[in-house]
């Protein structure tokens, strides 16, 4: 979707509709308010009667079409919420939800009315920014395989007028900042939208050599051979049961700042997820596809560095596998040596996200020295439980670190919530026949004894934040009703909308 900027109001375009915000009506509130003076004029007063019968309310996700009589388009408004509490989550929300009601109407272009978002305490470049990014996100369709239900809104416009035209400048930069990293999102969403019998572990090696083909970045694959050499037995043993073998994967962003910090920022992509020999059951199997999204999200983060130029540098590490069982897979009771000569007791197959992040997170540590280690991980079933579809749960050992990330959740609306990390965890993971074991026999706390597993393979010097995305990292037809339009069903590409604002703001 084109993305632009005008300085006319939206009332006054050659748009198919200009769309308005409208905050949700105070119960004893009559009057037609000043903000739809121009709506009123432009519909020769059909707004106003839809507002004395209380056809429109302004409450969320309501979006109400009108015609003008003098043929020069339609007039949309859509809810806000209460009046209070819009920011800049409700006016991305509001976007996306124009955007996914006006599709398939005959509607090419729309003009997004920014006077008529821009209230409250909302500054109008962040209210411009809100609305690129809902627009863009909230257009997303995922149509690699079957061709589109519906012809897509091939334009948005944010119309400054007469309110905002003297922060034009400003208002260009932080839509164009934004518009980058939303259509980094739609790039990572297609990769994860991918079944497994495309996104193999070496796709995922090629789409990272072509990124930095593409962004001049460097980028180190390693084989199942280089990967034994390695001793990266947390790779091979997962990778072992597939014909498609694992591939440890590296980029390497230099950073706007060279005298600035390093992170790393590593990411599970188990491409598919049977269970191995613990075999998960048949229903819902199928989105085993999207184990990936870690990884997957990782390419996006370096993808959306390098389009921004942002001053950290950046280590991207992928630890990429298909597990499968067969006749090479590993075995409940076996017990892993990995890169850095830990050893990891073997009790459940499907416990194989951490497995695979033992390796990378090691190799990361132990190459690069990074300021900083990320990892995104859809690890646990246990995190859906605790803190549902929809947030993802961080789990830190550096306060500094949890709270820039927390900053750069609030502002995105990726939300994540923290979690502890005890002695309790910790020893819930050591093993009687190894450093480790990858599940534990008490049920409870499967997230936090998963972490407590990770901090293994980081160390305690280094600050280092765990985001477990098993939640978000996808939707399918019944959780998209309750999440944001601008999250579509399939993959959101969750992370690196988060991340990215991190490293922009947080690492600096």
Same mark, same amino acid.
């Given at each position: 979707?084109?993305?632009?900027?005008?300085?006319? /109001?939206?009332?006054?375009?050659?748009?198919?509709?200009?769309?308005? #915000?409208?905050?949700?009506?105070?119960?004893?509130?009559?009057?037609?308010? +000043?903000?739809?003076?121009?709506?009123?004029?432009? %519909?020769?007063?059909?707004?106003?009667?839809?507002?004395?019968?209380?056809?429109?309310?302004?409450?969320?996700?309501?979006?109400?079409?009108?015609?003008?009589?003098?043929?020069?388009?339609?007039?949309?408004?859509?809810?806000?919420?209460?009046?209070?509490?819009?920011?800049?989550?409700?006016?991305?929300?509001?976007?996306?939800?124009?955007?996914?009601?006006?599709?398939?109407?005959?509607?090419?272009?729309? !003009?997004?009315?920014?006077?008529?978002?821009?209230?409250?305490?909302?500054?109008?470049?962040?209210?411009?920014?809100?609305?690129?990014?809902?627009?863009?996100?909230?257009?997303?369709?995922?149509?690699?395989?079957?061709?589109?239900?519906?012809?897509?809104?091939?334009?948005?416009?944010?119309?400054?007028?007469?309110?905002?035209?003297?922060?034009?400048? *400003?208002?260009?930069?932080?839509?164009?900042?934004?518009?980058?990293?939303?259509?980094?999102?739609?790039?990572?969403?297609?990769?994860? &939208?991918?079944?497994?019998? %495309?996104?193999?572990?070496? =796709?995922?090696?090629?789409?990272?050599?072509?990124?930095?083909?593409?962004?001049?970045?460097?980028?180190?694959?390693? &084989?199942?051979?280089?990967?034994?050499?390695?001793?990266?037995?947390?790779? $091979?043993?997962? !990778?072992?049961?597939?014909?498609?073998?694992?591939?440890?994967?590296? $980029?390497?962003?230099? #950073?706007?700042? =060279?005298?600035?910090?390093?992170?790393?920022?590593? !990411?599970?992509?188990?491409?598919?997820?049977?269970?191995?020999?613990?075999?998960?059951?048949?229903?819902?199997?199928?989105?085993?596809?999207?184990?990936?999204?870690?990884?997957?999200?990782?390419? !996006?983060?370096?993808?959306?560095?390098? %389009?921004?130029?942002?001053?950290?540098?950046?280590?991207?590490?992928?630890?990429?596998?298909?597990?499968?069982?067969?006749?090479?897979?590993?075995?409940?009771?076996?017990?892993?040596?990995?890169?850095?000569?830990?050893?990891?007791?073997?009790?459940?197959?499907?416990?194989?996200? =951490?497995?695979?992040?033992? /390796?990378?997170?090691?190799?990361?540590? /132990? +190459?690069?020295?990074?300021?900083?280690?990320?990892?995104? *991980?859809?690890?646990?079933?246990?995190?859906?439980?605790? $803190?549902?579809?929809?947030?993802?749960?961080?789990?830190?050992?550096?306060?500094?670190?949890?709270?820039?990330?927390?900053?750069?959740?609030?502002?995105?609306?990726?939300?994540?919530?923290?979690?502890?990390?005890?002695?309790?965890?910790?020893?819930?993971?050591?093993?009687?026949?190894?450093?480790?074991?990858?599940? %534990?026999?008490?049920?409870?706390?499967?997230?936090?004894?998963?972490?407590?597993?990770?901090?293994?393979?980081?160390?305690?010097?280094?600050?280092?934040?765990?985001?477990?995305?098993?939640?978000?990292?996808?939707?399918?037809?019944?959780?998209?009703?309750?999440?944001?339009?601008?999250?579509?069903?399939?993959?959101?590409?969750?992370?690196?909308?988060?991340?990215?604002?991190?490293?922009?703001?947080?690492?600096?």
């Amino acid at each position: 979707m084109k993305i632009s900027i005008d300085r006319r /109001d939206a009332t006054e375009a050659n748009v198919d509709v200009s769309v308005s #915000g409208l905050p949700e009506r105070a119960e004893k509130e009559e009057g037609l308010p +000043r903000t739809l003076a121009r709506e009123e004029a432009v %519909t020769a007063g059909l707004v106003g009667i839809a507002w004395k019968n209380r056809e429109i309310r302004g409450r969320r996700k309501e979006v109400t079409v009108f015609h003008r009589p003098d043929g020069k388009g339609r007039v949309g408004l859509v809810g806000l919420g209460p009046r209070d509490s819009v920011d800049v989550e409700s006016i991305r929300r509001a976007a996306a939800e124009a955007v996914r009601a006006l599709r398939g109407h005959s509607v090419q272009s729309i !003009g997004l009315r920014l006077a008529s978002f821009a209230i409250g305490s909302v500054a109008p470049e962040d209210a411009a920014a809100a609305l690129a990014e809902g627009a863009v996100l909230g257009g997303y369709e995922f149509t690699r395989y079957r061709a589109p239900r519906d012809a897509p809104i091939e334009e948005a416009t944010v119309f400054l007028g007469s309110e905002h035209g003297r922060l034009e400048s *400003a208002i260009r930069k932080a839509v164009e900042r934004t518009r980058s990293v939303a259509e980094v999102v739609l790039w990572t969403r297609d990769l994860s &939208n991918l079944p497994a019998d %495309t996104a193999t572990p070496e =796709r995922l090696a090629e789409e990272a050599r072509a990124l930095g083909k593409e962004f001049d970045l460097k980028v180190t694959v390693f &084989n199942e051979a280089k990967l034994a050499e390695m001793h990266c037995g947390g790779l $091979l043993a997962v !990778g072992g049961g597939s014909s498609h073998p694992p591939r440890l994967i590296v $980029l390497e962003y230099a #950073g706007g700042n =060279r005298s600035g910090k390093t992170v790393a920022v590593v !990411g599970k992509g188990i491409t598919f997820d049977s269970g191995g020999i613990s075999i998960k059951p048949a229903l819902h199997m199928a989105d085993m596809k999207f184990d990936k999204s870690g990884a997957v999200a990782v390419l !996006g983060i370096l993808r959306a560095a390098a %389009t921004l130029k942002l001053p950290p540098k950046v280590i991207g590490v992928l630890a990429c596998a298909e597990n499968l069982p067969g006749g090479g897979a590993y075995r409940p009771g076996d017990v892993v040596t990995t890169y850095n000569g830990k050893t990891i007791e073997i009790l459940n197959t499907d416990a194989e996200g =951490r497995v695979v992040l033992s /390796d990378a997170l090691a190799f990361a540590v /132990d +190459r690069y020295h990074p300021d900083v280690v990320i990892d995104l *991980a859809t690890l646990t079933g246990a995190c859906v439980t605790a $803190l549902g579809d929809d947030t993802a749960g961080l789990i830190s050992t550096n306060d500094a670190l949890a709270l820039a990330l927390l900053d750069a959740s609030a502002r995105t609306g990726e939300p994540i919530w923290r979690l502890p990390l005890t002695d309790v965890h910790r020893e819930l993971v050591k093993s009687e026949v190894a450093d480790v074991r990858n599940s %534990t026999e008490i049920p409870p706390a499967g997230a936090l004894t998963a972490a407590a597993f990770l901090e293994t393979f980081v160390g305690t010097t280094t600050a280092w934040a765990h985001l477990d995305i098993a939640g978000p990292a996808w939707t399918n037809s019944s959780t998209r009703k309750y999440q944001p339009a601008y999250l579509p069903v399939g993959a959101t590409a969750f992370g690196v909308r988060l991340v990215t604002r991190y490293l922009e703001d947080g690492a600096r």
